[in-house]
């Protein structure tokens, strides 16, 4: 069994207050969770407006596979309009 982490680093440039960060970042983990059964938390920056860490984990047999599966996944956070990646972490376990 191996376990695939990527840590996504989100600026939200629009957003004004916690309550619109959480609406971004709530709308990227539902997606993931769904479309790809990931695991997915926010991990940093629980405090700043424009700020979000995400934490994501998937589960696999071959790490080739997990690897694709987390490159989709930075497809779709890419795809988020209201949100720009400017960090990527992935680790393997």
Known sequence: ?????????????????????RSVVNRIKERLKSRFNASVAEVDHHDLWQRAALGVAVV??????????????VRVVEGEERAEIIGLETTFH
């Open 1 to 21: 069994m191996i376990v695939g982490t990527i840590r996504i680093e989100l600026h939200i440039p629009g957003s004004t207050s916690l309550k619109a960060k």
């Open 60 to 73: 696999g047999v071959e790490k080739r596979v997990l690897e694709g599966q987390l490159s989709r996944i």
